[in-house]
């Protein structure tokens, strides 16, 4: 199968290669279309660095909640000023929110999960679906070590649910490689970084951390489901896009 053979060339000594050698490789063999989203933490930012740096032909875009720091916008247009390059932003459709609002209230998110997905679903899954639509392969910044839900996935993976190749890139990378990585190439980073918040997302749901306390757990920090994501990177049988296996099971 075309797709199995494109998944084995891809991951067969990934692992060994450096970043920008591991996005030159996806480039080579992926045939069409390449989206890469960023919400600009670090990782984001390192991935960014890389393709614009080499000069790929990769799409940067990015999903625009309406309701990310101001921290957040100021590192889209220093990375847009240092690169000299334009980051497409995917923004939630007015009539959704809208009416999302005025059925649960403008921070209903606070009131019970599914309010909170729902408001996943509006700001950030749907936009995601236009964003991707058509492409043949989307590339993330997940890394495994960011949370205990995601140290099963793989470097690459099918996606059933965008019918596209999923690409984690920095999947096995440390959190102290990647900070040394932003740092020995002065790469643009959200000041946010620097006062504990370790993983940024919409401004009313992330929050600094505690050093003793997992990398995720400054989002959403009133539930209680260590496994919380908000939809991204979920199938629709509520499970993480694992593997091909785990994708096609």
Known sequence: MLRDTTLASLSKG???????????????????????????????Q??????????LAIEIVTLDTGRMFPETYAVWAET????????????????????????????GFYDSVENRHAC????????LGRALAGAAAW????????????TAMTFFAFDREHVLIKANPLLDWSRDRLVAHIAAHD????????????SIGCQPCTRAIAPDEPERAGRWWW?????????????????LVRSLAASDG
């Open 46 to 55: 390192a991935i960014t660095d890389a393709i614009f740096v080499g000069d």
């Open 80 to 107: 847009e000023k240092r690169y000299g390059r334009r980051i497409a932003a995917y923004y939630p459709r007015h009539d959704a929110v809208a009416a999302m609002v005025a059925r649960q209230g403008i921070n």
């Open 120 to 127: 996943c679903h509006v700001r950030k899954v749907e936009p």
């Open 223 to 239: 539930e209680h489901d260590p496994s919380k994501e908000c939809g991204l990177h979920v199938a629709a049988d509520g499970c």
């Open 14 to 44: 990934f692992e060994e290669l450096p970043l920008r050698a591991r996005l030159a490789r996806m480039h080579e063999h992926i045939d069409g279309r390449m989206v890469f989203t960023t919400s600009f933490g670090l990782e984001d």
């Open 139 to 150: 590339i993330t910044g997940i890394r495994a070590q960011s949370s205990a839900s995601r």
């Open 187 to 198: 790469i643009p980073y959200n000041t946010l970084h620097d006062s504990g918040f370790v």
